[in-house]
């Protein structure tokens, strides 16, 4: 516990289905966390992956006459693609295909074995391929599955068991003593009413298939694709085989997920990790679900669009900075192409790059590019602003109000476009004995801009990138940490700032 790592995760989709806004959604959100610790100065491991040991995928690579390990490795290059094309900074990226997972969870669930944790017993019931969970009776929707809305399959089997059940009231302790194990609050309201309501035990194995990760005292089962993939967290953080690495890096800070994963996330996986004997994470945050048309983009039904379609048009700085901002983080929101435009023009186009475009003007005719020398009064309430807003910013990335975040960082956008209008520099070029005004103003606003490049950086890496190069900011702009060099006056008189292209070029609608 040396290094105070700042270990984030998304979960791992199913690696046979195509990457969607909503699976885009999740990582960038991801992503925002990760680069915002790191420039807080902390050290980050961000996990993520793809989930392979599904029944899905061996009915998907038997339809094609492959074998399943041919059709993950097929698959798995698709989602690195668009993950690097949405400028993912992932430290990690685990298949629960590769040895490294297998032999760890073989390790997790010995262990629970030799804890009496595990139990050999007979399972039938409603079972969603889709979910891949067997399902409870009472929550059938006219025997279908009611997030898939098809038919269950009714499956019995010896499959070994975990005590679940037992661990009731320890859930409920924990969600006690850690108000903010589950967010947002509605997440937790509904958890604390499952728990309460008393819980089954969970079947970890399955028979009939080789596709999965045997169990290692009985190889005619495999590990329940659930278990399985839940322990990833674990596993590519050397759990069972590398211990250094894992004692540095574990618990988890947040755990991201869609919030129809809540239960296994927030329910099984700290039962499990309890009955390993191993700390639980801290947050486990679930996220809501992004409908395009009012028609729920889920990974199942496949009617998302793909990133691509959209990335292609709006470019990755406006895509990134449209979903976290548009949607309240934990909520279900709506997106649209209108609205993408609309909002690309309004805080980006006019918003910041605007900003950007007039200022570097300015000191590009009035000063030849060079910063001047700032003068006393003339940045009125813009540092004050500008802390107030920052300040904001941090509480609440810390969290997890990622809108708001962004909120309050346009504020300081829209306070520093307002005292342009007001001074109205452009006015004061053209007369006489004005010219240290003249210099304050525009000091103040290339000060703003330095400000700005560092705080959007999380979410608009490369266009926070574009600003400071604009801005000739000789310090690299990776090396600036919040919330210090956000600080009002770090922008030194005789940088040379050059008028580049427009950050965000206008989008017609
Ligand atoms: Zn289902």
Request: aromatic share 10%; with cysteine.
């Amino acid at each position: 516990m040396g290094e105070d790592v700042y270990y984030i995760t998304s979960a791992i989709p199913y690696v046979n289905a195509e990457p969607h806004v909503g699976t885009a959604y999740e990582i960038i959100a991801c992503d925002m966390l990760a680069r915002h610790h790191r420039m807080k100065g902390r050290p980050v491991h961000f996990l993520t992956g793809t989930d392979e040991h599904s029944l899905n995928v061996a009915r998907a690579s038997a339809e094609r006459g492959i074998s399943p390990q041919e059709w993950v490795d097929e698959m798995v290059p698709k989602w690195i693609e668009v993950w690097r094309r949405l400028e993912i900074s992932n430290d990690d990226f685990i298949r629960t295909s590769e040895p490294r997972h297998a032999e760890r969870v073989q390790r997790f669930v010995e262990r629970l074995r030799e804890r009496d944790e595990v139990y050999l017993g007979i399972y039938r019931g409603p079972y969603c391929p889709s979910c891949e969970e067997f399902k409870q009776e009472k929550e059938l929707v006219d025997g279908n599955c009611p997030i898939h809305g098809i038919p269950v399959e009714y499956l019995e089997e010896e499959n070994y068991f975990f005590p679940l059940s037992k661990y009731q009231d320890r859930l409920l302790e924990l969600y006690k003593e850690r108000p903010t194990f589950v967010m947002p609050e509605t997440r937790r309201n509904e958890i604390l009413a499952f728990v309460r309501g008393g819980l089954q035990d969970l079947s970890i194995s399955r028979t009939g298939t080789d596709w999965g990760i045997p169990l290692p005292w009985d190889d005619r089962h495999v590990i329940y694709v659930w278990v399985d993939a839940l322990l990833n967290y674990a596993t590519a953080v050397g759990f069972g085989t590398d211990d250094p690495l894992f004692d540095r890096v574990w618990p988890p800070n947040a755990q991201i997920i869609g919030k129809d994963i809540t239960r296994f996330h927030a329910v099984i996986w700290p039962a499990l990790l309890m009955a390993a004997g191993v700390d639980v994470p801290k947050v486990v945050f679930g996220h809501g679900f992004v409908n395009v048309g009012g028609e729920k983009m889920s990974k199942s039904k496949g009617t998302g669009s793909h990133p691509f379609e959209l990335l292609d048009h709006f470019g990755v700085d406006s895509y990134r900075y449209y979903f976290m901002r548009e949607i309240q983080f934990g909520q279900d929101g709506n997106y649209s192409w209108e609205s993408m435009v609309d909002r690309h023009n309004a805080d980006l186009a006019n918003g910041l790059g605007n900003l950007a475009s007039r200022v570097l003007a300015m000191l590009g005719s009035y000063f030849d590019g060079i910063v001047p020398e700032p003068a006393a009064d003339a940045a009125d309430d813009l540092p004050t602003v500008i802390e107030d807003a920052v300040r904001r910013y941090d509480e609440h990335m810390a969290v997890l109000a990622l809108s708001q975040a962004l909120g309050a960082v346009w504020d300081i956008v829209g306070r520093a476009n307002r005292y342009l209008v007001e001074k109205e520099p452009w006015k004061i070029a053209g007369e006489e004995g004005r010219r240290d005004e003249l210099a304050g103003i525009l000091y103040a606003a290339a000060e703003t801009l330095r400000i700005l490049a560092i705080v959007i950086r999380p979410i608009m890496p490369g266009a926070a990138g574009r600003l400071w190069d604009q801005l000739g900011i000789e310090l690299p702009l990776e090396d600036q940490r919040l919330p210090g060099d956000a600080t009002w006056g770090g922008l030194a008189a005789g940088t040379t700032t050059t008028k580049g292209d427009p950050l965000f070029p206008r989008l017609d609608s």
